[in-house]
């Protein structure tokens, strides 16, 4: 059974710099074909793609946010984590990561979420 | 690059059929069969319905069909029932080797 859990801040200060975990089981992250993704959604409004790093460390970023975003791993401890910087009030949201193995899938199974607000 | 194009709000009577659109251009949806369908109730997390334009995952009803024309792909529910009533999300790959959503539309079962 495949399983993913944020865990984080639930409150960041604006320009501060938003740290994410992602722990998971029941597969691997140096499986073929296997990467993890970080999706956002704020209150009331749509999902937003920010990246995604597969099982060989490839990494893809939303071009949008490409400069404020690093996705990394740790494939020993189950873990990913993505890094953004200088928080602002937009970026409140609900932050999710997702499992995917489909070729072409950002997300198949993904994690509960976790909400971050960002105000000082 | 910009979110794929959702109709904000669809509704349907119990029974009925609803098609979702799902617009984008020839760098996403028109240029891969990579478009996915989530479903999304209130307060809960994104489940995955269609994959690759028109396939089911395990375990989900095959009241739920997808397919794909150009740029638009769509999104049908068949014999529609009150707990189909959620946010649906298509998602597409990109050119640019990225993913985009659309804007989400409100499904309503009347």
């Known amino acids: 059974q495949i399983t993913l859990k944020e865990s984080g801040p639930t409150l960041v200060k604006p320009t501060q710099t938003l740290t994410l975990t992602c722990t998971f089981s029941?597969?691997?992250?140096?499986?073929?074909?296997?990467?993890v993704s970080w999706i956002r959604q704020p209150p009331g409004k749509a999902l937003e793609w920010l990246a995604l790093i597969y099982w060989d460390d490839d990494k893809r970023y939303s071009p949008s946010l490409k400069s404020r975003l690093t996705i990394t791993k740790d494939t020993s401890k189950n873990q990913v984590v993505l890094t953004m910087t200088n928080m602002d009030p937009v970026d409140t949201a609900t932050y999710y990561c997702?499992?995917?193995?489909?070729?072409?899938?950002?997300?198949?199974?993904w994690g509960q979420g976790t909400l971050v607000t960002v105000s000082s | 690059q910009s979110a794929l194009t959702q109709p904000a709000s669809v509704s349907g009577s119990p029974g009925q059929s609803i098609t979702i659109s799902c617009t984008g251009t020839s760098s996403d949806v028109g240029g891969y069969n990579y478009v996915f369908w989530y479903q999304q109730h209130p307060g809960k997390t994104p489940k995955l319905m269609i994959y690759d334009v028109s396939n089911r995952p395990s375990g989900v009803s095959n009241r739920f069909s997808g397919s794909k024309s150009g740029n638009t792909a769509s999104l049908t529910i068949s014999g529609l029932q009150a707990e189909d009533e959620a946010d649906y999300y298509c998602?597409?790959?990109?050119?640019?080797?990225?993913?985009?959503f659309g804007g989400g539309t409100k499904l309503t079962v009347l």
């Open positions: 029941g597969f691997s992250l140096s499986t073929s074909g296997v990467g």
């Open positions: 998602s597409s790959y990109t050119t640019s080797t990225t993913w985009v």
């Open positions: 997702a499992h995917r193995q489909n070729p072409g899938s950002p997300a198949d199974y």
